[in-house]
């Protein structure tokens, strides 16, 4: 048999994680039209379920929160986690969702830590984003202030940071600041390229990795965790015992 027969025979016996227990989804864009995520209420509605089908039964969805491109506020967002709860209430179903968002650590992020206006999820927890191209120059003073305010930082898909990839010393240093590191799903599947899957597994095998969370935005996240849920590096992170998604 070729090497690739003998690596598609060795996934296929690794059976596809049971998300039940993980529990909580915390990282996801399902509030329709307010960000890149969801377009419409069905969408919502059809992700939802999926979600559902593959295992979790709560969720704190995470809108984009980028003073550049997605100006939502506290109010926005609970009023579109309100709409969703109210189709599924329609259809009789009972959806466990909280709004949460993803802040993305610019400026308009200072000002809303410095008025206090921040959606939070479980134990006081706020889920952050940085940029793609660079470390942003406030990383260190918006975390220190978060976390003076009383929040408890979560810092979104550490390993997609592709200009810390050579430096993992920084990815230490945020755990040692007591910063949680949440992992994306779909980054085991190489969905954002190898050396982010690559990054990913690093940090599961260096028990860093504490929220693992869909960020789901699309039906394509979700097609690609049926690879993802193979994944040895999930296994391990779902086996470890360091996820908090449960305790949500
Ligand atoms: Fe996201």
């Given at each position: 048999m070729s090497i690739f027969g003998n690596l598609f025979k060795r996934n296929k016996l690794i059976h596809p994680a049971d998300l039940s227990l993980v529990g909580t989804d915390m990282h996801s864009h399902l509030i329709p039209g307010i960000d890149d995520g969801s377009k419409n209420i069905r969408e919502s509605y059809e992700l939802i379920r999926r979600?559902?089908?593959?295992?979790?039964?709560?969720?704190?969805?995470?809108p984009h929160v980028m003073s550049d491109f997605y100006r939502n506020s506290s109010d926005?967002?609970?009023?579109?986690?309100?709409q969703v709860r109210h189709y599924f209430d329609s259809k009789g179903i009972d959806l466990?969702?909280?709004a949460g968002a993803e802040y993305f650590c610019d400026e308009f992020?200072?000002?809303?830590i410095e008025k206090k206006d921040i959606l939070t999820f479980g134990n006081n927890y706020v889920l952050f984003e940085l940029p793609f191209m660079q470390a942003p120059s406030n990383l260190t003073t918006t975390m220190f202030n978060l976390q003076m305010a009383g929040y408890k930082p979560i810092l979104a898909h550490p390993e997609r940071y592709q200009y810390w990839h050579d430096q993992f010393d920084q990815y230490q240093s945020?755990?040692?600041?007591?910063i949680h590191l949440q992992v994306?799903?779909?980054?085991?599947a190489g969905a954002y390229g190898p050396q982010v899957k690559k990054m990913a597994e690093r940090l599961v095998d260096n028990n860093m990795v504490t929220f693992l969370g869909t960020d789901c935005?699309?039906?394509?996240?979700?097609?690609?965790?049926d690879?993802?849920?193979?994944s040895p590096s999930l296994h391990k992170l779902i086996d470890s015992g360091l996820l908090l998604n449960k305790t949500l």
């Open positions: 979600l559902m089908d593959l295992g979790y039964d709560n969720f704190v969805t995470s926005t967002i609970r009023k579109g986690a309100d466990k969702l909280h992020f200072d000002q809303l945020l755990c040692d600041k007591d994306n799903i779909n980054s085991f935005h699309n039906h394509n996240h979700i097609d690609t965790m690879i993802s849920r193979r």
